[in-house]
């Protein structure tokens, strides 16, 4: 802690003994990049070694910069890691190696209903709850209203309009369409699978991915890719909102993070819309329902006082929840009754964009693992970038990830 309060060295251990009396517990974050968020997670652990339910806990915040998911995973292979810990969506694999406990006990009836039932099946495994979800995060399609109306565009609801949109507004020096430096294979190849009315896996645990209609969408995707007009080679990436206000594009994909500095820049401007539909019966326009939850360590001796510090931060606390996902960037509290009490949410642009999360947001099950991501993501890959045949290459991506379904399920 900043005022000279245990200083971390490895995983778990600390240069200052803890009082016979006090539970030792160690809480993981990533680096986050908004100014004042280290210094927030530090408050938040003082106050609640202050409050009568931490009051015999001596709470240690570790502020992990680097690549932490390999951090992480190699300090979970071991029996000091982490209490508590954050990361996108806990995996069967973590639950075999009792690397995370379930959380249920933590969801009574009236907590369960306040949080959107895609965060929890994002953390659901086997029926059990393995996370609390402190950050909700989405994306948006945001454009310049008056560029298109002086080309006569309506703004995009289905793929082909969004192709037709780029390329006319793609002809001068303000490029039409920026969704990433690699022609949005990492942004978009996960929407449109969505937009196509598939999932990922399907609710039995199967590859639900390889249907003529993603075929079709991400043929769709080479398509938009070849019209010439996404802007690349930008310095910053799709994440961040610098191409759209200094005008280099006319449209851009990027976050909800990104709408107070779009907004200020642009203003009355600025339209925004969800991913478009990719056609056909089943299409519908869809975003990302991404974000962070908290987790428990099932290898650490305080198991009921680690749960305990996340019942209070991430469940019951809705002041540190509104204060976590808008004081220093722009997110969405996980907690419903939280987000619609928060005002900044509630009106206007940003909650246009807050419905696009709840009507259409989709996220991939705790099943999908890095290496089934790696094989679906080397096909749309090689459809964008090669105009290799989308039907191959979403047969061979099925085939590796049945491989991948079959050994984590010991088929």
């Not at 930008?234 to 993070?257: C, E, H, K, N, R």
């Not at 204060?323 to 206007?348: C, E, K, M």
Request: hydrophobic residues 40%; glycine residues 12%.
């Amino acid at each position: 802690f900043a005022g000279g309060a245990l200083a971390f060295n490895g995983y778990g251990r600390s240069t200052q003994a803890v009082a016979q009396d006090k539970i030792r517990l160690s809480q993981w974050y990533h680096e986050y990049g908004e100014a004042g968020t280290e210094q927030a997670v530090q408050k938040y652990a003082q106050d609640y070694m202050a409050s009568p339910e931490g009051a015999n806990v001596e709470l240690e915040v570790v502020w992990n910069k680097g690549d932490y998911g390999a951090i992480l995973s190699a300090a979970l292979l071991t029996n000091e890691g982490p209490d508590v810990f954050e990361q996108g969506v806990p995996t069967l694999d973590q639950v075999k190696q009792n690397q995370i406990v379930p959380l249920d006990d933590l969801y009574t009836p009236e907590v369960k209903v306040d949080f959107n039932p895609i965060n929890l099946a994002a953390g659901t495994i086997d029926g059990k709850i393995y996370y609390v979800k402190m950050v909700d995060d989405t994306g948006a399609l945001y454009y310049k209203k008056s560029l298109l109306e002086e080309a006569g565009i309506t703004p995009p609801s289905t793929i082909d309009e969004l192709i037709a949109a780029t390329k006319t507004l793609g002809t001068g020096r303000t490029k039409g369409l920026f969704v990433g430096n690699d022609a949005g294979i990492g942004a978009l190849g996960g929407l449109q699978v969505f937009s196509a009315g598939a999932q990922f896996l399907t609710e039995d645990n199967k590859p639900g991915f390889n249907t003529p209609e993603v075929a079709a969408a991400l043929a769709k995707l080479k398509e938009l890719n070849d019209t010439g007009a996404l802007l690349q080679g930008f310095p910053t990436d799709y994440w961040d909102p610098s191409a759209f206000i200094q005008g280099a594009t006319a449209m851009q994909w990027t976050g909800l993070w990104a709408f107070p500095a779009i907004n200020e820049a642009v203003g009355g401007d600025l339209g925004v819309l969800p991913w478009p539909s990719a056609g056909g019966a089943n299409g519908t326009p869809s975003t990302f329902f991404g974000g962070w939850g908290q987790c428990v360590n099932g290898k650490r001796p305080n198991v009921e006082a680690a749960k305990a510090l996340v019942k209070w931060l991430w469940i019951d606390n809705t002041e540190v929840q509104q204060d976590w996902n808008l004081s220093y960037g722009f997110h969405v509290p996980p907690r419903i009754s939280a987000a619609q009490a928060a005002t900044q949410l509630q009106s206007g642009l940003a909650s246009e964009i807050v419905g696009f999360l709840t009507e259409y947001g989709k996220t991939t099950t705790p099943y999908w693992t890095a290496a089934m991501g790696t094989a679906f993501g080397d096909a749309v890959t090689n459809i964008v970038r090669n105009g290799a045949d989308p039907v191959a290459e979403l047969t061979n991506a099925e085939k590796l990830v049945q491989t991948e379904l079959d050994r984590l399920l010991g088929a």
